[in-house]
Nanobody, 120 residues
């Protein structure tokens, strides 16, 4: 499975940005897909995730109400709509996929290369 993120960039505080992740390969391996981020000097943090077998997405408390995760199963893509962005949202954002429901844990099997989001 290959994951390719896009959509990162520089945005002002309070602004919005949408990240996209395109998955290719064995699509069943992407039953669960999520977004993670790592800021300089900080641990990797689970941001949002969605498992195809359940109804409700997972969100980190720090982004709930501001970020929305969505999947297009037909196209095997994952999006993260980010609004009301804050400087503390600055990080490299990664897309991840796994067969099983991993939630916001970092136990995903497949990872993308990341896309940089800078809020300044």
């Amino acid at each position: 499975v290959q994951l390719v993120e896009s959509g990162g960039g520089l945005v002002q505080p309070g602004g919005s940005l949408t990240l996209s992740c395109a998955a290719s390969g064995y699509t069943a391996s992407s039953n669960c897909m999520g977004w993670f981020r790592r800021a300089p000097g900080k641990e990797r943090e689970g941001v949002a995730a969605r498992y195809s077998g359940s109804g409700n997405p997972y969100y980190a408390a720090s982004v709930k109400g501001r970020f929305t995760i969505s999947r297009n199963n037909a196209k095997n893509t994952l999006s993260l709509q980010m609004s009301s962005l804050k400087p503390e949202d600055t990080a490299m954002y990664y897309c991840a996929a796994d067969v099983f429901d991993r939630g916001l844990s970092a136990e995903y099997m497949y990872w993308g290369q990341g896309t940089q989001v800078t809020v300044s």
